[in-house]
């Protein structure tokens, strides 16, 4: 119950900011849309457009908090935790697309230069870093009360690109005062695409990996292996998967053949504090046997020989 109502409470700081930062930038992004039609800056309807995907972003991590809020029932036993990924996939693909987009303009307005107006630009680009300012600061507090919620992961990342490419816009308004030189304001559309580029595949390999299940890059499954084997009383660990059900939930099972002298249980327990205690694996679930014994620990044709554990209550799954 207590590790329940704390992920509820994380749940509940992490919606509270992330409205917050979403309602900052809706409002943002309504006037920047109309500053760059005024104003007739790519760079800015492309930022404003970047900022539409930051919006996405934020609210796609607001659902996917409360989706994967969810306790697990029926079909779906492990819950709705991989909706987190899914909004963190969605995202990254999304800003590739829009990426892709935004190249094509920025080379066709490098081509065919347009008036862009460079006091509007630098304006609205200051005015941009203000509030991306406030909205990241609300973001990182979500992501402090969960800090494996990779939807927020994302949404952070969104906002922290977003700053990068008003300070380019801003950059390029200046010069297009001091200069003249028009074609400042596709450059920045470019810079502004390459960051998207850069965030949705960063997005898109972390989503990747909880989708394809592997292990989470702090665990190195080898060495979980070797930690467990060397534990007093296991003869051999077999068939060994690490891998993420979702923000913050990685998983561990095993089968564990324990020395015939040896109590299952003890051995379990063991093992089961040393990987939550050592490697943050508190959801395992470990199939313990006892080895048989024939002269060196194998069968005659060479085989290892096991046998169901003589506790009383046979073979133990446990799962935490």
């Known amino acids: 119950m207590g590790h329940e109502h704390e992920h509820a409470s994380a749940a509940g700081a992490d919606r509270r ?18 500053a760059g039609f005024l104003a007739h800056s790519t760079a800015l309807l492309t930022d404003a457009a970047h900022l539409l995907t930051d919006v996405a972003a934020l609210a796609m991590a607001l659902f996917a908090i409360r989706i994967s809020a969810r306790p697990a029932q029926g079909f779906f036993t492990y819950g709705y935790a991989r909706v987190d990924a899914l909004a963190g996939q969605a995202n990254g693909i999304t800003l590739l697309l829009l990426a892709a987009w935004f190249v094509v303009e920025a080379v066709r307005h490098l081509v065919h230069p347009t008036d862009s107006s460079g006091a509007a630009m630098t304006g ?12 990241t600061a609300a973001a990182v507090k979500a992501q402090r009360a969960n800090a494996e ?4 992961r994302g949404a952070v990342a969104h906002l922290l690109n977003d700053l990068w490419a008003f300070a380019s816009t801003a950059v390029a308004g200046i010069v297009i005062l001091a200069t003249g030189w028009t074609r400042a304001d596709a450059v920045a559309s470019l810079v502004i695409a390459g960051l998207m580029i850069y965030t949705g595949v960063g997005l898109i390999q972390a989503s990747g990996r909880v989708f394809l299940e592997a292990a989470p890059r702090e665990v190195d499954p080898l060495v979980v292996g070797t930690t467990m084997a060397d534990v007093d009383g296991v003869a051999q660990i077999h068939d060994l998967h690490v891998w993420q059900i979702g923000p913050g939930e990685p998983a561990i099972s095993a089968h564990v053949l324990v020395e015939p002298d040896r109590g299952c249980h ?5 093992l089961r504090a040393l990987l939550a205690d050592q490697y943050g694996l508190s959801h395992a679930t470990l199939q313990l046997d006892h080895v048989g014994l024939s002269g060196d620990g194998h069968s005659g044709d060479g085989h290892s020989v096991q046998h169901v554990c003589s506790d009383t209550h046979g073979p133990v799954h446990t799962s935490n």
């Open 124 to 135: 609205v680009a200051v005015g941009g870093v203000i509030v991306n300012v406030l909205a």
């Open 266 to 270: 003890e051995i379990g327990a063991r």
């Open 17 to 34: 900011w992330l409205a917050v930062a979403l309602a900052l930038l809706a409002a943002f992004l309504i006037g920047e849309v109309i």
């Open 149 to 152: 919620r990779l939807s927020v």
